[in-house]
């Protein structure tokens, strides 16, 4: 990535692809405050761009570099707000360098103010790398629900040629998912690909067979992945079995202070 070249790394979970993100802006950074012969010239401003699919990811990723020394913010309608209550303009402050993480979402960096910033000689002799977490959904949402995703590409067009792409995800299915996320993305013979196996040995599926019926206001056949005290993700194929299942376990004793629940609806 600090020679411009671009990558797609598919990689389980929590093996740390957004390190990818921000480890050659930590590296630049301190070369920049330790200085080595024959390394330069670098960006005296260094940032970094990422593009999140959700608020809350771009978040958390933001509050765990701050956790790193980055001064980083994720660009969201309440940041905006919130600098705006300020008297501040956070887009400019970006354009200035004086932010050197900003996780957005596809959506705000179709927006014309952005266009100004892509543009800006000073953000664009600093800017090291674009990043996209979870690529795969180029290809899932961006044909119909978040449009957006499929501007991404002509949003590269307008970087630097050096600035490298850097694309993770831990779901993609090699073949026309593949092919249509390279091509999204302008990635062809000069980037660099990693493939590591998703298999997880520790997983398993287990299957029960069902001792109520679905339509009632009972569920204790779900009550033993509880039992660990765990957080746990309950799928319901429907709105009303989801409230139905919820408001089960909310009216369930809990066993103990760290037994938590979070109910979902499967779109599938």
Known sequence: MLIGVSQLIVVPTSRGKTSLFYGPLL???????NPRPGIGPLPQYPVIMEITPLNALGDSQASEMDELGIHAISVNAEALQSTAHEGRNLVTEIRHCEWSASPWSPERLIDHAVDGLLRDPVFRENILLLAIDETHIIDHWGK???????????????????????????????????ANI?????????????????ERPNVHVVIRELTHSLTGMLFPDVD????????????SKTLDLCFRVALYHFRTPSEGPYKALLIMVSLL
Not at 27 to 33: N, T
Not at 145 to 171: C, N, S
Not at 182 to 198: E, R
Request: proline share 4%; hydrophobic share 45%; aromatic share 10%.
């Open 27 to 33: 590296v630049v950074q301190h070369l920049l405050k």
């Open 144 to 178: 119909a629900f978040r449009k957006a995703y499929q501007q991404i590409g002509l949003l590269r067009k307008q970087l630097p040629a050096h600035v490298p792409l850097v694309a993770v995800t831990d779901t993609l299915v090699p073949g026309a998912e593949q």
């Open 182 to 198: 390279c091509k999204s993305l302008g990635l062809h013979d000069n980037f660099y690909f990693m493939c590591q196996s998703c």
């Open 224 to 235: 033993w992945v509880l039992e660990n005290g765990e957080k746990v993700v309950i799928y």
